[in-house]
């Protein structure tokens, strides 16, 4: 069964850093694209990061360049974002979602794109 399961969201000050993790099992293939994506209420899910099943592509939305990171370890299936100096408009549910099936070095920053869901989790910017 393929699963997705989001950890790493919480409370955290303007300027604070999370790091979320992504942990996958169940793909028949050992590697996947990536993307993690957030919505917060009342907006359309926003696609915030991605990275290529081989790691050597990534993608950001604007607004988070130079502040947020992904990473992965295909030998553990974990994606991680890093994300520094949070701003309140980083606020909502951030979800990673995985393909198997995109080009080794391709990945989308595009929901429609992606046919595996974790459940997701709070990130909540506040003072």
């Known amino acids: 069964q393929l699963q997705l399961v989001e950890s790493g969201g919480g409370l955290v000050q303007p300027g604070g850093s999370l790091t979320l993790s992504c942990a996958a099992s169940?793909?028949?293939?050992?590697?996947?694209?990536i993307g993690w994506f957030r919505q917060a209420p009342g907006k359309e899910r926003e696609g915030v990061s991605c990275?290529?099943?081989?790691?050597?592509?990534?993608y950001y939305v604007e607004s988070v360049k130079g502040r947020f990171a992904i990473s992965r370890d295909n030998a553990k299936n974990m994606v991680y974002l890093q994300m520094n100096s949070l701003k309140p408009d980083d606020t909502g549910v951030y979800y990673c979602?995985?393909?198997?099936?995109?080009?080794?070095?391709?990945?989308?920053?595009?929901?429609?794109?992606?046919?595996?869901w974790g459940q997701g989790t709070q990130v909540t910017v506040s003072s």
């Open positions: 990275i290529s099943s081989i790691g050597f592509t990534t």
């Open positions: 979602a995985a393909d198997p099936q995109m080009a080794p070095d391709y990945c989308s920053g595009a929901p429609y794109d992606y046919d595996h």
């Open positions: 169940g793909f028949t293939r050992d590697v996947y694209a």
